[in-house]
């Protein structure tokens, strides 16, 4: 499993099979953020080749103590594709899953194209046409979710799946850092939080991705979701399960689990 397309291979099987694997780094713990970018890019042209699309891209790792727990101090990021995508109250079968968890998060969508680098806070919210509450759904094809950075980044980042709300909030008078939520399982408070979690400001989050996929040529296209970073502590997902976000001003998004 020496090159990235190998190990990208092995990341393909895995979710095919809903089997984990254990982590890259474990055999070749000088992995870097570098590598898992090359692992990324040789699996998102496998799933692509399979008919999916790229509709956004999720930022991770935007939250001070997640940076902390991995000893790094930047995001992550990876591509959201067509086929993970639920609507406000969908219902998610677990089996989609390795072990999947739950992270209420501000989602953008854009309105113009946006291209680094030099976008500032500024363009990237002159840019963003508004906001939706969304939930992603975190997995891991590693093993017990024993990561380090370039096992989480080759994984797409641990994207899995997301839920967004329907109806699009403009950003207008929106203070995007202030916009509180509240988690709830089966009716139960389970988390809060803020959108100043998220870069200090999740418009910084989609600055930050316009710059960084800028310095390879990519851009962010009109259209795409934006997934800004979680908001709280990921939540285990477990069958039965119902969650509920509520965000001020956005709404609300709920997902069933069966």
Request: glycine letters at 10%.
């Amino acid at each position: 499993m020496s090159t990235p397309a190998k190990k990208a291979r092995a990341l393909y099987d895995a979710r095919a099979t809903r089997t984990p694997i254990p982590p890259f780094t474990d055999a070749e713990p000088e992995l870097g953020i570098a590598d898992g970018y090359a692992i990324q890019q040789e699996l998102t042209a496998l799933l692509l080749a399979d008919g999916d699309r790229i509709i956004g891209h999720k930022v991770g790792l935007t939250a001070a103590p997640m940076q902390k727990a991995l000893g790094i101090d930047t995001p992550d990021y990876g591509p959201v594709l067509a086929s993970t995508v639920y609507r406000d109250g969908g219902v998610v079968p677990l089996e989609k899953f390795v072990s999947p968890k739950v992270e209420a998060e501000i989602v953008f969508v854009l309105g113009e194209r946006l291209e680094g680098p030099g976008v500032t806070v500024t363009r990237a919210r002159a840019a963003i046409a508004g906001a939706v509450a969304g939930m992603e759904i975190i997995d891991s094809r590693i093993a017990d979710w024993r990561i380090r950075l370039a096992d989480t980044v080759a994984d797409l980042a641990s994207n899995g799946a997301v839920a967004t709300s329907s109806r699009v909030v403009p950003l207008a008078d929106l203070d995007t850092r202030l916009i509180g939520m509240t988690l709830t399982r089966n009716g139960e408070l389970v988390d809060t939080g803020a959108g100043a979690a998220a870069l200090g400001d999740p418009v910084a989050v989609v600055a930050w991705l316009a710059n960084t996929l800028g310095e390879h040529g990519v851009a962010l296209e009109p259209g795409h979701m934006i997934l800004t970073g979680a908001l709280h502590a990921a939540v285990p997902m477990t069958a039965g399960d119902v969650f509920r976000a509520e965000f001020d001003r956005l709404g609300a998004v709920t997902v069933r689990v069966t």
